[in-house]
Structure formats: C-alpha cells, structure tokens
C-alpha cells in the first residue's frame, strides 16, 4: 500500500485495534488469578491498565473522523481473528499464553500500527498519528518485558520443542486470518465467552503458605510500631495486593457488559495494586523478611470472585474490605511517623492515596448502577454482611470493627 491513509479507511482500521486491545485486556484479565510467577501478575496489572488506556483513547479518535455510530467502536478483523483468540485464550499453560499475546498478537498489533503510521496522512492526521505512536511504543516495551520472561521460562522447562510448534501454528493462525488489518478478510462476527469455573483459591508459587482455616488468621492483632509487627502486617498486606489485581481481572474478564468508564476504573485499580505489590513487597525484604514467612489468608476470595453480579464483588471487597484498610495503612502511618521510619511512612502514604480512590470506584458504581433498580442495591449492599456474619472469627473481627468506626464517625 502506497496512499496515504484517508478518514474512510481509518475507520475501517481504528475499530480494529481497539477490538484487538480490548480482546489483549480481556486476555490478561481472565489470566491474572491462575498464573504463577508473581512478576507475570505485577507485568499484568500494568499491562492490561495501558491496554485499556490504548482502547479509549483509539476509541476517542474514531469519532472524531465522524464514526459516531456504535458500529465504528469494535470491528473483528475476521472470524478466524477472533478464533485464533480463543485458541490463545484456552491456552493452559503460561508459557503457551505468554507466547500468544506477547509473541503473536501484540507483535502483529505493532506491525500493523507502524505500517498505518508510514501511511498516515501529515499534518492532516496528527491526532491518529499521536495516539498510534504512543499505542506503538507502550505496546513494543510491554513485548520487550516478556520476551526476557519468556527466554527464562523456556530455559527452565523442558518442552523448547513443543513450545516452538505452539508458535509455529499460531504464526499459521494469524497470517491465514488476514492479520489484525484482516486483510482479504469479511469483518468478522464469532463471539465466544471467556468463562471460568468455581474459583477457591488463586495461584501462589510454592514459596506462600496458604492458611487452611479462618481462625489461624491474626495478622490484624499486629501493631505496625515493632518490627516484627511490620512484617507480620506487609506479608499480610502484599498477599491482599495480589489478590486485588486478580479481582480486578476477574471483573474485566467476567463482564464484558458493564460500562467503558467502570472498565477504565477497575484496570487502573489493577494496575495501583500491582505497584503496590512491588512497592510492599520491596519494604517487607528491606526491613529483612520474606515472601512465605507467614501463613496467608485468602479470606474473602471465593466469596467475591464467583459472585455473579460485579457490584457484589464490589461492596464486599472495595467497600468494606478496602475501606478497613484506608484505616489500618492511617494508623500504619502514625505509627510509622512516630518511629523515625521516614521511609515505609512515605510509602504508605502513596498506598493510601490510592486506597482511598478504590474505595470510592466501589461507591461510585454501585450508586451509579443501582439508582434504578432499588432492589438490586439492597441485595448488593447487605451481600458483605451475609459473608461477614458467615466467617469466624475474621468475618467477626472486620464486623467489630467497622461497627466501632461507624459510631465513632
Ligand atoms: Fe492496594
Ligand atoms: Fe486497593
């Protein structure tokens, strides 16, 4: 292709990659709870936010070029296209997924963003030339990061020769589809869901100790002004980072339908908990402890994420449970401050900001999404008291509390 790219023909492409980032972003989120290597799920929090942001802001461009109808937004390349996604989706391995997304799709998606920007008409076209550029970019470090996670996954298994078929066949796949531009290809229409079955636990590499039974549970007993205090409550703290950017995929992953702007909340929520991750994790170490020092408490897993209805998971995890940890990282801080440790009081404060931003997505959507369906509030507003009431002792001690920071508010 010679001619530069027209506003007709970039309608006919923006739909197509923000479909393809959305379908990457879905992929990521419906991953994050069952991969093992805990870099893969910081990468993921951090990826699937930017594979978000390249969504909207492509989807901001389209109707700017007068696609204003809905059609314009999602385009498939090809029904083929959209089953070589499943095929990476169904994936059950994370080296087999990581190839898919890191080694076929956002390779592809890069190619075709850089073949549309040696076309793209100057200066008419700035804007998409802007945005694409910035998509291109991101897009290349995110394939840069895993192909040195990828390199050291191979090395470690013993299956390079199984690994380079599952390549090989899926370069087959997406060359035989017409690619992300779908080229020779009808627009395609194939849908398919990405479910997942009941859920108890998400997966932990070998060195976390996973508690068995609720009332092992006493990391809240711990005061943040001794050192053992501190790392009794960052191990139990980084544990909560991890799971929060497993829900946050799970939501992304388990509801396509819930509004654009809620999506961009819950994958900047991810993508706050995976750097919170890395942040408490690097204090824990510093201050001389260890992932798996401790048991960890899934509690509150498998009551959020096979709820069906999102807001639930919402009410029980950003309200109530996030909500209570604005107040502990508050007086984590004070006593933090009292201390001379100069250093986790700042990194506390970071957290807490954020926190405090989780808590009001979950207000703020609930509120949003149930202003006409009063019985669907009700139901969503007493789901983390039914769960509360269900645990003892932990379900008791989160209720104690908040009961005794309602009054005294
Ligand atoms: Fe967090
Ligand atoms: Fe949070």
Known sequence: MTDTITVQKNLQLLGKYRYVEVQMME??????????????????????????????????????????????????????????????????????????????????????????????ELPADEPTAFILRHIADEEHDQVAWAETMIRKLIADSKQGGELEKWQKQLEKQIHDAGGIWGDGKQSGSYLFKKSHPYSELPARDQRWNIMRKVDEFSEKNWSFDTNEGKLHLLHDL???????????GRIISDFPEIPWQMKLDMTRQGWDESRHAEIVQRRLEELGGHVGMYPTSFFGWEQDVNRPDPLERLALSNMTFESESCKHLRDWIAKADKTGDTRSKQLIEFLLADEVNHVLYGIHWIDELTRDDPERRQRVLSYPDKVLDAQHPVGIYF???????????
């Not at 980084?238 to 946050?248: A, G, K």
């Not at 209720?399 to 508010?409: D, F, G, L, R, V």
């Open 238 to 248: 980084l544990n909560s980072e991890f799971i929060t950017v497993e829900r946050m």
């Open 399 to 409: 209720k104690e509390t908040i009961n005794a920071q309602k009054e005294s508010s």
């Open 27 to 120: 992929l990521i989120g419906s991953w994050a709870y069952t991969m093992v290597q805990p870099e893969i799920k910081i990468a993921f929090g951090r990826h699937m936010f930017q594979d978000a942001v390249h969504a909207d802001l492509v989807g901001k461009r389209i109707p700017e070029l007068k696609g204003r109808a809905k059609q314009y937004q999602l385009i498939s390349p090809s029904d083929d296209f959209a089953r070589l996604i499943e095929t990476i989706w169904k994936a059950d391995d994370e080296l087999r997924r990581m190839i898919g997304l890191y080694r076929i799709l956002k390779p592809a998606l890069v190619n075709a963003l850089n073949e549309h920007l040696k076309h793209v």
